[in-house]
């Protein structure tokens, strides 16, 4: 059972007893709305308070002081949920009950001063590690065009939601960090504790109430607002006339992917329906996508589909010949109106069905992936847990699932070709 609680003005503690792992897990998320503003500084602020403390002035003394924690780790966390950014930290740590000593009160005591008590000169953060920090974001902003499998992806989502919050980066864009100063990020930083709401996950041994007696005592100085900065995801728009976009560049495959939308999201009692409907049609090595569009047919070199279940995407991404972006678009198309139609055999049914719910019986042994969906589930405002999700999928029958996926409607087609000579 998860027990959520608010602990602070504005500060939610979700914690869950468990005594299923040696190692516990916390995660502390600021939440901000995506904004193309401040992304890119939200997603700075991490990197940079992890670059030393009043006492822990470099990486080489916070290493230390994590090997004084019996190994503890600390990782910067920049999610992207819907049209919400969360930035914050990640830690894991061996429970109390397998040393000598209490360890979960001093890593949250150290994580605390990370967040609280960064190291300053002149009033501001240093500017050599900012800058340092700027290079590091700024070099995996640009790193994105590498991939051009997930290039190709995240152009889709720029087109279909431009102008939207929901078309913004998860760690923002790389014009955004041009004006971003020691000074200025201090300033941001200060604001951010104060106006954000934050949301604490906790999965160990400790029971609740002792964790939450830990949390409300080291983050006793963090400075808090009357009025949080709202946040939420907005529904899907209306629909539209399809839009098309062709890029070129260097390339020597081809990339196609199509942006549907739909009002179903995770808070729809039809999400279960959806989601086994869009495994049947491009999840695993045993949907039609992959079976006839690749297999079959040997349109692509990959293909496949996800979906979002904040803000109601399915997104289609493949690897197609030039020569082949039309004729695979066409039966992309196809296979989703087979679903849609209730084209579905017992086959495809059941081992999607077998596919996604081996996948949370997975993720229920990952403490990583068990955060992340209870932050999720938080944002949703929803409290029901994976073992839920998994009983729901079991449940659904191929006429649900057909009826569900005819809420998709297309609204973006991209493609990627190569430069013309």
Excluded: W
Aim: one cysteine or more.
């Amino acid at each position: 059972m998860n027990h959520r609680t608010e602990i602070l003005p504005g500060v939610y503690l979700t914690a869950v007893q468990s005594d299923k792992f040696k190692t516990g897990c916390f995660s502390l998320n600021l939440l901000r709305p995506m904004k193309k503003e401040e992304a890119a500084a939200n997603a700075l602020i991490p990197s940079v308070l992890l670059r030393g403390s009043e006492t822990c002035p470099d990486i080489a003394s916070i290493s230390a002081k994590l090997d004084e924690l019996y190994g503890a780790s600390v990782g910067t966390l920049v999610r992207k949920k819907g049209e919400v950014q969360l930035v914050g930290f990640y830690c894991d740590y061996v429970q109390d009950e397998y040393v000598d000593e209490p360890v979960f009160a001093p890593v949250m005591a150290f994580l605390a001063e990370l967040l609280l008590h960064p190291r300053l000169e002149n009033g501001a953060f240093p500017e050599a590690v900012v800058d340092s920090e700027k290079l590091n974001l700024e070099n995996a902003m640009l790193s994105r065009i590498n991939d051009k499998r997930t290039y190709a992806a995240s152009q889709l989502i720029r087109t279909m939601c431009a102008g939207q919050p929901y078309g913004i980066p998860r760690i923002g864009e790389p014009d955004d960090l041009k004006n971003i100063t020691a000074k200025s990020l201090y300033a941001h930083y200060r604001d951010l504790l104060a106006t954000s709401r934050v949301e604490l996950f906790y999965m160990g041994s400790l029971s609740p109430a002792a964790v939450t007696k830990v949390l409300q005592t080291v983050l006793a100085e963090l400075p808090r607002a009357e009025v949080f900065v709202p946040v939420g995801t907005t529904p899907a728009p209306a629909a539209r006339p399809v839009q098309e976009k062709t890029e070129r560049l260097d390339v020597t495959q081809g990339k196609l992917s199509l942006g549907f939308f739909t009002d179903i999201t995770a808070k729809d009692p039809r999400y279960p329906a959806l989601v086994l409907a869009a495994t049947v049609f491009g999840g695993g090595a045993t949907s039609k996508l992959f079976t006839n569009v690749r297999e079959k047919m040997s349109l692509c070199y990959y293909a496949s589909a996800s979906f979002e279940k904040f803000k109601g995407v399915l997104s289609v991404s493949s690897g197609v010949e030039f020569s082949k972006l039309e004729t695979a678009k066409t039966e992309i198309l196809r296979q989703l109106e087979a679903c849609k139609a209730g084209d579905i055999t017992d086959d495809e049914l059941e081992s999607a069905r077998g596919y996604l719910v081996s996948d949370l019986k997975i993720a229920m042994d990952s403490p990583g992936r068990l955060d992340d969906y209870y932050m999720g589930q938080i944002l949703l405002e929803q409290d029901g847990t994976m073992e839920d999700l998994a009983s729901a999928i079991t449940r659904v029958t191929k006429q649900e699932a057909a009826d569900a996926i005819q809420a998709l409607r297309l609204d973006t087609i991209y493609a990627l070709e190569g430069v013309t000579v």
